[in-house]
């Protein structure tokens, strides 16, 4: 998710300032669905200043000693084009698998059984704990959503429904050992299959 898009978004609705992006977006559980940061928000925020995409509506001074002032900011016409491609840019990505646990799968024969199995429950519980919020958002705010908004969480469960079905398929495996199998075939065997495939690893 690009952060420049989500803050130039949020700013074509209204005048915001960074807290108050920050708080919109865990108000729209956006969080649920994207990996932000923070520290990246703020950062984000000073480069479109920077860049001319934003400026000051307004600064409130804010009570109490060193604090500093509260800037508002506003989109300026050059950040409603930025958006416009922004928002262009995003939906031509296309989408890959990045579950963080594809990666451990070509090893995970090589791991601890009972180690990999509690890994496993634990990305379960979690999956499964998203797709019940994220429900819950749905049902508490899904008749005022933007439409477009509400397709995001729906899709966002589909997603999460087909990771919960492959990682319950993990932990079925991962108990009947199948799991932890190795190559069906010798090295010598499995490099002659492969040369002959012409396959362009020698290792899945």
Not at 75 to 86: K, P, S, V, W
């Amino acid at each position: 998710m690009s952060m420049r898009l989500l803050i130039l978004g949020l700013l074509m609705e209204h005048e915001r300032h960074p807290y108050e992006i920050r708080q919109t977006i865990k108000d729209r559980n956006w969080n649920e669905c994207f990996k932000l940061r923070d520290g990246s928000l703020y950062y984000a925020v000073d480069q479109l200043r920077e860049d001319g995409l934003i400026e000051a509506a307004e600064v409130v001074s804010v009570p109490g000693e060193n604090r500093p002032d509260k800037t508002i900011y506003r989109i300026t016409d050059a950040g409603r084009n930025a958006f416009q491609e922004l928002l262009v840019a995003q939906f031509k990505q296309v989408s890959y698998p990045q579950h963080p646990m594809f990666l451990t799968m070509p090893f995970v024969r090589h791991g601890d059984p009972k180690t990999v199995e509690n890994m496993i429950l634990k990305q379960l519980g979690a999956c499964e704990h998203r797709i019940e919020r994220m429900h819950a958002v749905l049902e508490l705010k899904g008749s005022f959503l933007p439409r477009g908004s509400a397709l995001m969480i729906q899709g966002f469960i589909l997603f999460s429904e087909t990771e919960k079905e492959w990682l319950t398929t993990l932990l079925e495996e991962a108990r009947s050992g199948k799991l932890f199998e190795g190559h069906k075939l010798t090295p010598a065997q499995l490099e002659a299959y492969l040369k002959y495939k012409q396959l362009p690893t020698d290792d899945v």
